[in-house]
Nanobody, 117 residues
Framework: QVQLVESGGGLVQAGGSLRLSCAAS????????MGWFRQAPGKEHEFVAD????????VYADSVKGRFTISRDKAKNTVYLQMNGLKPEDTAVYYC??????????WGQGTQVTVSS
């Protein structure tokens, strides 16, 4: 099992920034990558970004490219999502997840991000 704890959400004005953190513990040796997803009220779960744990290769959704940056700290077993230029449409619950193969197998509890206009 892998446990994930997210933090860093909050309320911010449009154009502002937030940094989300996700600390992993447990059987993390099987981890290939970590990712961030989000879900806004009435909308489907949406992929945001992914980072391969060993190489650091990143992938982003088009909607956040150029504004969000995913990174990881191997020593702290933590993945981050730096969010700049936030827009009201970025308002959602943000979840981090661990991918051990092709699918994301473990999920955090989520952290709320609210962007006011």
């Amino acid at each position: 099992q892998v446990q994930l704890v997210e933090s860093g959400g909050g309320l911010v004005q449009a154009g502002g920034s937030l940094r989300l953190s996700c600390a992993a513990s447990g059987r993390t040796f099987s981890r290939r990558a970590m990712g961030w997803f989000r879900q806004a009220p009435g909308k489907e779960h949406e992929f945001v970004a992914d980072i391969t744990w060993v190489s650091g290769a990143t992938v982003y959704a088009d909607s956040v490219k150029g504004r969000f940056t995913i990174s990881r700290d191997k020593a702290k077993n933590t993945v981050y999502l730096q969010m700049n230029g936030l827009k009201p449409e970025d308002t959602a619950v943000y979840y981090c997840a661990v991918r051990t193969g092709r699918e994301y197998d473990y999920w955090g509890q989520g952290t709320q991000v609210t962007v006011s206009s």
